[in-house]
């Protein structure tokens, strides 16, 4: 299966905002999201507050795993979040819905506490979810947020996300979502009519 986004790195205008992500780096990353996964907005739902040690063996992990693909995300040069963005068959959510060989999903957050409740988690998914969808097979992207990840469901639901059912993940119980593309592409048009 070809990779779903073919690319380094890219950006995109959205209203005001310069919104552009870039490919993990292990030696320039490692230690930034290692602080990010141990903030407190962050550690309930990732579960990777862990040693340093620890969680660069799990980055080389991520990194390897050629289903998936590692973002830092920025906001007018202002790397502040982080993204997976995959491919659903060879991921485990797999076995909780009948996949389409093309769907894809999507995991973030925000990592600098400084960074939250200004609005940003919006262009950054939406610009994420049209790079995603530049792959003309797939139909839908899909989340899976923990269930008691109240603001997270919220800020899918504005980006086209539909509550499908309550899963049991390994690590969390969670919700599953899905964007459907014709879904995606009407809201992606009301944002950016909002935001010119």
Aim: hydrophobic share 40%.
């Amino acid at each position: 299966m070809q990779q779903h986004l073919e690319t380094t790195s890219f950006f995109r205008t959205i209203g005001d905002a310069f919104v552009s992500f870039r490919s993990v780096a292990f030696h320039d990353d490692a230690q930034t999201l290692h602080r990010w996964m141990n903030e407190a907005h962050v550690y309930p739902f990732w579960h990777l507050n862990v040693p340093l040690e620890s969680y660069e063996q799990h980055l080389q992990r991520m990194l390897s795993d050629s289903h998936q693909q590692l973002w830092i995300g920025s906001v007018d040069s202002n790397e502040i979040s982080y993204f997976e963005s995959y491919w659903v068959k060879g991921d485990v959510v797999e076995n909780v819905y009948e996949a389409h060989p093309y769907d894809q999903g999507v995991h973030l957050l925000i990592g600098p506490p400084d960074a939250l409740g200004r609005g940003h988690i919006y262009p950054l998914l939406f610009t994420m979810l049209k790079q995603q969808f530049r792959v003309v097979e797939t139909e839908k992207i899909i989340a899976e947020p923990d269930i008691r990840n109240e603001k997270m469901i919220h800020v899918f639901e504005k980006c086209g996300f539909q509550p499908v059912k309550e899963v049991e993940l390994p690590d969390k119980k969670a919700l599953l979502m899905f964007c459907r593309r014709d879904t995606f592409e009407r809201r992606w048009n009301e944002w950016n009519s909002m935001n010119v």
